[in-house]
C-alpha cells in the first residue's frame, strides 16, 4: 500500500511515516518510480508505534523494543530477551512515577476549585 492509504488507515500523517522509516521503526520497499510500497501487516506496525509513543517511549528505545515484539498483539516475539523485560520493567516504573506526579497535580487543582466554589 502507498503511504497515503497507510496514513488513513492508522490516523497518521505520511510526515510521521516518514519520520518512522527515517528511525527505522518502520520499513518500505520502493516501487521502480519510488514510492513507497508497505505491507499490509504495516497497519499493526503503526498502531504498536503509536502506543509505545502514548506511553511516553522515545524513537530510539521503541527502535530498541520492536524487535521484541509481534505487531498484531504485542506479545512478546521469539527473540525477546531478559534485557528485554528489564528496560520494559525501567520504562513502566517511570511511567507509574508519571501518573503518580499527575495525581498529585490532580489532588492540588481540586483542592483549589473547592477553595474557589467555597469563596
Known amino acids: 500500500m502507498r503511504i497515503g492509504e497507510l496514513a488513513r488507515l492508522t490516523g497518521v ?3 510521521s511515516l516518514r519520520y518512522y522509516e527515517a528511525q527505522g521503526l518502520l520499513r518500505a520497499e520502493r516501487t521502480p518510480g519510488g514510492h513507497r510500497d508497505y505491507p ?3 497497519v499493526d506496525r503503526v498502531v504498536r508505534i503509536q502506543e509505545l509513543f502514548a506511553a511516553g517511549l522515545h524513537s530510539s528505545r521503541i527502535a530498541q523494543l520492536l524487535p521484541c515484539m509481534r505487531d498484531t498483539d504485542g506479545g512478546p516475539s521469539a527473540i525477546a530477551t531478559p534485557r528485554l523485560v528489564e528496560d520494559l520493567t525501567a520504562e513502566r516504573h517511570r511511567i507509574d512515577r508519571m501518573i503518580a506526579d499527575l495525581v498529585r497535580s490532580r489532588d492540588t487543582l481540586d483542592e483549589v476549585i473547592e477553595a474557589a466554589r467555597e469563596s
Open 13 to 15: 500523517s505520511e510526515r
Open 40 to 42: 499490509e501487516a504495516a
